[in-house]
C-alpha cells in the first residue's frame, strides 16, 4: 500500500499569511503514459463532509478561491494558501489515487495564530 | 445539482451487520465509478471501497475485505454497503463520494469530487 505522510500535524497561520502543508508518498505518483500526478487534496470544516480542493496535484477544482495552489512531482507535493482567510480554518487531507487501496494523508489542522 | 445521501445507519452490535444506501441525483449515475469512505470519531479519513461504473469490479481496504461487500443498482440511481462481521473499529461515519471522472465504458479510477454529507454506524454491545 502507499503510505502518505503529511507535515505538520498542525499548523498555526496569522490572518492575511502564507499557508504551506506538505505530503510525501511512499512511492511515485507520476503515471508515466499520461504525465500525470495522481494526488488530490481535501478540505474537511468541522461537522461537514470532506470538500475536493485539488486533482491532478495541481489543479483547483470549480469554484475553489485561487489563493489555494497545489505543486510537486512523484513523492513530494504542497498545498499553499497564498493568504489566510478565517473560513480556510479546516483540515486539510492529501489523498492518492494511483492505485487501490486509495490512502489518505493524516492530515493537517489549519488555525488562526 | 449534484447530491448524495446516505442513509442506514444505525447502533449495532459486534458481529451484526447493516446495509448502508446512498442515493444518487442530478448526475448521470451509471457513468461513474463510487466510492465508500470512513471516518472514526475525530480521527482522518479512510477509504472503505471502490465500485466500477457497471458494478463488475470491486476494490476493498484490507480492513474491511472478506466481510464487506458494495453494490449499486443503476437503475434506482443507488449505492449500497453491505456490513458483516461488524467489529468495534467499523464504528465511523461513512460517507459515498461520485469518482470524479465518467470512465464508461472504461475501467479507470479517479479523486473523488462531490460526498455525501454521511450517516453515522456505531457498533457497540
Known amino acids: 500500500d502507499i503510505v502518505m505522510t503529511q507535515s505538520p500535524d498542525s499548523l498555526p497561520v496569522s490572518l492575511g499569511e502564507r499557508a504551506t502543508i506538505n505530503c510525501k508518498s511512499s512511492?511515485?505518483?507520476?503515471?508515466?503514459?499520461?504525465?500525470?500526478?495522481?494526488l488530490a487534496w481535501y478540505q474537511q470544516k468541522p461537522g461537514q463532509p470532506p470538500k475536493l480542493l485539488i486533482y491532478?496535484?495541481?489543479t483547483r477544482d470549480s469554484g475553489v478561491p485561487d489563493r489555494f495552489s497545489g505543486s510537486g512531482s512523484g513523492t513530494d507535493f504542497t498545498l499553499t494558501i497564498s493568504s489566510l482567510q478565517a473560513e480556510d480554518v479546516a483540515v486539510y487531507y492529501c489523498q492518492q489515487y494511483y492505485s487501490t487501496p486509495y490512502t489518505f494523508g493524516q492530515g493537517t489542522k489549519l488555525e488562526i495564530k | 445539482e449534484v447530491q448524495l445521501v446516505e442513509s442506514g445507519g444505525l447502533v449495532v452490535q459486534p458481529g451484526g451487520s447493516l446495509r448502508l444506501s446512498c442515493a444518487a441525483s442530478g448526475f448521470t449515475f451509471h457513468d461513474y465509478a463510487m466510492h465508500w469512505v470512513r471516518q472514526a470519531p475525530g480521527k482522518g479519513l479512510e477509504w472503505v471501497s471502490l465500485?466500477?461504473?457497471?458494478?463488475?469490479?470491486?476494490y476493498y481496504a484490507d480492513s474491511v475485505k472478506g466481510r464487506f461487500t458494495i453494490s449499486r443498482d443503476n437503475s434506482k440511481n443507488s449505492l449500497y454497503l453491505q456490513m458483516d462481521s461488524l467489529r468495534a473499529e467499523d464504528t465511523a461515519l461513512y460517507y459515498c463520494?461520485?469518482?470524479?471522472?465518467?470512465?464508461?465504458?472504461?475501467?479507470?479510477?479517479?479523486?473523488?469530487?462531490?460526498w455525501g454529507k454521511g450517516t453515522t454506524v456505531t457498533v457497540s454491545s
Open positions: 463520494a461520485k469518482d470524479g471522472i465518467a470512465a464508461r465504458p472504461n475501467y479507470y479510477y479517479y479523486y473523488m469530487d462531490v
Open positions: 512511492q511515485s505518483l507520476l503515471y508515466s503514459s499520461n504525465n500525470k500526478n495522481y
Open positions: 491532478w496535484a495541481s
Open positions: 465500485i466500477s461504473w457497471d458494478g463488475g469490479w470491486t
